[in-house]
C-alpha cells in the first residue's frame, strides 16, 4: 500500500497573527511533525496568491506571494516535505484545492508515484482541506482526513463539522492521528 501526507496550507498567515487566521492553528503542527516519518512521501500546498486575486473580494488579503505570511510556518518541519504545491497563483483563481496546483499536477504525481492512499492534514478543514480531500476521492484516491490535525476558519459556526460531514459524504474516511498505520 503506497501512502502519501498531503499538508494543507500550513502557512504563517493561516496562524495565529497571520491575516486569515484558524483560532488555534499553530497547535496542528506538533501532530503533523509527529506524522510525516509513518509516510513515504509528503507533499504540501501553499496558497501564493498574487496581491491583486479576484479572491480577495471574499477573503482579506492573505498569502500572498513572496510575503512572510505566505511562508510555512517556522514551527513545521519542511525539510521532511519532497514536493510543494503552489496554488492560486492566477489573479482570478480562488485555489482552494491542492489538486488545482499550478506547478504540478498532484493526480499525475501521486500516480507516477503509484501512490493509492492519500491522507490529508491542514488547514483550513471548512475550505482547501475539504476541497483538496473531496478531489483526491473524485481523482479515484482512497482518501483519509486527519482529524486532530487539521484546523477550521468557521466564518459560519459550525462549518468544521459540515465539512467533516461533506467530506465523509463523498467517500473521504475520517481518522485520528493514532490510526495511521
Given at each position: 500500500?503506497?501512502?502519501?501526507?498531503?499538508?494543507?496550507?500550513?502557512?504563517?498567515?493561516?496562524?495565529?497573527?497571520?491575516?486569515?487566521?484558524?483560532?488555534?492553528g499553530d497547535k496542528i503542527i506538533p501532530v503533523i511533525n509527529r506524522i510525516m516519518d509513518r509516510f513515504g512521501m509528503?507533499?504540501?500546498?501553499?496558497?501564493?496568491?498574487?496581491?491583486?486575486?479576484?479572491?480577495?473580494?471574499?477573503?482579506?488579503?492573505?498569502?500572498?506571494?513572496?510575503?512572510?505570511?505566505?511562508?510555512?510556518?517556522?514551527?513545521?518541519?519542511?525539510?521532511?516535505?519532497?514536493?510543494?504545491?503552489?496554488?492560486?497563483?492566477?489573479?482570478?483563481?480562488?485555489?482552494?484545492?491542492?489538486?488545482?496546483?499550478?506547478?504540478?499536477?498532484?493526480?499525475?504525481?501521486?500516480?507516477?508515484?503509484?501512490?493509492?492512499?492519500?491522507?490529508?492534514?491542514?488547514?483550513?478543514?471548512?475550505?482547501?482541506?475539504?476541497?483538496?480531500?473531496?478531489?483526491?476521492?473524485?481523482?479515484?484516491?482512497?482518501?483519509?482526513?486527519?482529524?486532530?490535525?487539521?484546523?477550521?476558519?468557521?466564518?459560519?459556526?459550525?462549518?468544521?463539522?459540515?465539512?467533516?460531514?461533506?467530506?465523509?459524504?463523498?467517500?473521504?474516511?475520517?481518522?485520528?492521528?493514532?490510526?495511521?498505520?
Amino acid at each position: 500500500m503506497k501512502k502519501a501526507l498531503l499538508i494543507v496550507d500550513v502557512q504563517n498567515d493561516f496562524c495565529p497573527g497571520g491575516a486569515l487566521a484558524v483560532k488555534d492553528g499553530d497547535k496542528i503542527i506538533p501532530v503533523i511533525n509527529r506524522i510525516m516519518d509513518r509516510f513515504g512521501m509528503v507533499i504540501s500546498s501553499q496558497d501564493w496568491h498574487p496581491a491583486d486575486s479576484v479572491h480577495f473580494e471574499k477573503w482579506p488579503p492573505h498569502c500572498v506571494a513572496g510575503t512572510e505570511g505566505a511562508e510555512f510556518h517556522p514551527d513545521l518541519e519542511t525539510n521532511k516535505i519532497d514536493l510543494r504545491l503552489l496554488k492560486g497563483t492566477d489573479n482570478k483563481d480562488d485555489g482552494y484545492s491542492a489538486f488545482e496546483a499550478t506547478n504540478t499536477s498532484l493526480a499525475d504525481f501521486l500516480r507516477e508515484n503509484n501512490i493509492q492512499h492519500l491522507y490529508v492534514c491542514g488547514l483550513a478543514t471548512d475550505y482547501c482541506v475539504k476541497a483538496s480531500a473531496i478531489d483526491a476521492v473524485t481523482q479515484g484516491f482512497h482518501t483519509y482526513v486527519i482529524t486532530d490535525a487539521i484546523g477550521a476558519v468557521n466564518a459560519q459556526p459550525g462549518d468544521d463539522e459540515k465539512a467533516l460531514h461533506e467530506m465523509r459524504g463523498k467517500g473521504c474516511i475520517l481518522i485520528e492521528s493514532g490510526e495511521i498505520q
